[in-house]
């Protein structure tokens, strides 16, 4: 019996890894400064997180990705493109599971990376006022944490409709600041790409173009995992998200 669970859920993984593999060769904006691209498997994480956990989730994200680049996919870090996908369906899972404390304490973990780090830009000033790098990270958060604890109480105001979208926005926002990580490390310290003058400069770009571009991929990552949440009877989620 358990051999036969094991080997279904292994199956599972492979199609969410597969469809994982298809939709990464769907572009939807160039990464920059890079000659690879975001795509909609971005769309599609956060949702196999929701679905399969967080374990089995960024599992399947991790084979999904290098699925992709054996399918054509460029490559942008250097191998290390399943992070930022891996972390998103590791947030989505977790958050799934009602664990509010290990979603905020990944978010924070990395919120503070990312600071710490001197290739960051950890301010960009818009018309001489200092914003935050990661204001809309910091917001997907402060988000999250109200919705997932009044989820839990069962209060009305937080449906499950409200729990996902604001599981897919931290989760996307997650996904982001881990590849900004990526992008100072593999640039900067592995590639020696840029110097540290030019990662600053490539800050002040990608600080204008994050925000619409994580707004394309929440809204439609929520869209999408509505209306799976919706088609697919509960006790197969629960039991997919089981193993």
Same mark, same amino acid.
């Given at each position: 019996m358990h051999s036969r669970i094991g080997t279904r859920r292994l199956a599972t993984i492979a199609v969410f890894a597969a469809i994982y593999a298809v939709l990464s060769l769907i572009p939807v904006s160039r990464l920059i400064g890079n000659l690879s691209f975001l795509t909609m498997a971005e769309v599609f994480s956060p949702l196999v997180g929701m679905v399969l956990g967080p374990f089995e989730g960024g599992l399947a994200v991790f084979v999904g990705t290098f699925a992709g680049i054996a399918l054509g996919h460029p490559v942008g870090f250097d191998g290390l493109d399943f992070v930022p996908g891996v972390v998103a369906a590791v947030t989505a899972g977790f958050a799934m599971r009602g664990q509010v404390k290990a979603v905020a304490g990944l978010s924070l973990v990395m919120y503070a990376w990312y600071m710490l780090d001197p290739l960051s830009s950890v301010f960009v000033s818009?018309?001489? *006022?200092? *914003?935050?790098?990661?204001?809309?990270?910091?917001?997907s958060l402060l988000v999250f944490v109200p919705v997932a604890l009044l989820h839990k109480r069962g209060t009305g105001f937080a449906t499950e409709a409200v729990m996902i979208a604001a599981t897919v926005f931290l989760s996307t926002m997650n996904a982001h600041v881990a590849g900004a990580i990526? $992008?100072?490390?593999v640039y *900067?310290?592995?590639?020696?790409?840029? $110097?540290?003058s030019g990662m600053m400069h490539l800050w002040g770009i990608i600080f204008y173009a994050y925000p619409p571009e994580r707004v394309f991929f929440t809204v439609v990552g929520s869209i999408l995992a509505l209306g799976v949440f919706r088609a697919v009877p509960p006790d197969t989620v629960r039991s997919l998200r089981r193993g």
């Open positions: 818009v018309d001489g *006022v200092p *914003v935050p790098f990661l204001w809309m990270h910091m917001l990526m $992008t100072e490390n *900067v310290r592995i590639n020696q790409a840029y $110097t540290a």
